[in-house]
């Protein structure tokens, strides 16, 4: 029998509401136009609309996820944090599989405007698939 080491012991649970807090706060201060107004993601999670989960690394809390099932039951990951210095990437995309499977999901849907995230997120077999176009919003005349 093989042991696990700690980078392989990674699982899902819910997110307490302090953890959620505290992360959307720095959430909102690291991207001040992520396509949204400061505090929208809180305004998601506390009417429902979204549900939160940590993902856990060798039994500590290391990304928070906030994530809803679209009608045609994809899974659709609307923010993705870390929570602790040194997190990885990989970590974030083995607990978006472990939602999706145990939520029975089609398909991923996982939108950022971070190209360092597209291409770790290609090498877990994801694709670019689409092109947002945006008009309104602060943040649309801002150069990123």
Do not use: W
């Not at 770790?120 to 943040?139: D, F, R, T, V």
Request: proline share 5%; hydrophobic share 40%; with cysteine.
């Amino acid at each position: 029998m093989k042991l696990l080491t700690p980078h392989e012991l990674i699982e899902t649970l819910p997110a307490d509401d302090a953890t959620v807090r505290s992360a959307l706060a720095l959430f909102d201060e690291i991207l001040p136009c992520d396509l949204r107004d400061p505090g929208v993601c809180l305004a998601a999670y506390k009417d429902g609309h979204v549900q939160a989960t940590t993902v856990n690394v060798d039994g500590s809390p290391a990304h928070l996820l906030l994530h809803h099932l679209t009608y045609d039951r994809g899974l659709y990951i609307d923010v993705a944090k870390g929570l602790r210095e040194g997190g990885r990437a990989a970590d974030i995309f083995a607990g978006v599989d472990q939602i999706a499977s145990a939520r029975g999901a089609k398909y991923i849907l996982f939108a950022t405007v971070r190209r360092g995230l597209v291409r770790l997120a290609q090498e877990h077999g994801y694709s670019p698939c689409s092109i947002n176009l945006l008009k309104g919003a602060p943040c649309a005349t801002k150069e990123r």
